[in-house]
């Protein structure tokens, strides 16, 4: 992952952001949108590409293309910073492979211990009933 040829290729829109600011929203677009398009990326191996694909592709359009917005902040600036943080995140999070479980075998003494305690409660139940008179 090449982090100078991956923010190369972003693009950004800036849009007319919704929330606190009073008359200022109506007139400066401070929400930033990040556009990424993973298919066409220079910066990602095959490998890398194939593995976002199954990790973030929920967040990926039909076209695999991830788009990310940030209006967090009231500065354009600043949400672009915030937005690109957040998609290196994203990008370092999705390409981590994750390890594969192996299942332990549950020990001899511990099931040993547990059918001793099931017939010891057994007996005490049993123990309660009235004795059968033949």
Do not use: Y
Request: charged share 35%; with cysteine; glycine share 4%.
């Amino acid at each position: 992952m090449n982090k100078d040829i991956l923010q190369s290729e972003l693009q950004f829109k800036a849009v007319r952001s919704s929330g606190a600011g009073g008359q200022n929203v109506n007139k400066v677009a401070s929400k930033v949108e990040l556009i990424f398009d993973l298919e066409n990326s220079m910066g990602l191996t095959d490998e890398e590409k194939l593995l976002l694909n199954k990790t973030i592709a929920n967040r990926l359009t039909k076209e695999n293309v991830l788009l990310l917005q940030c209006e967090e902040s009231r500065s354009q600036h600043k949400n672009k910073e915030l937005v690109i943080q957040r998609f290196f995140e994203l990008l370092k999070d999705g390409l981590i492979i994750p390890k594969k479980r192996v299942p332990t075998k549950t020990p001899k003494a511990v099931v040993k211990k547990r059918l001793k305690l099931k017939r010891k409660v057994s007996d005490k139940k049993s123990n309660r009933k009235p004795p059968e008179i033949e």
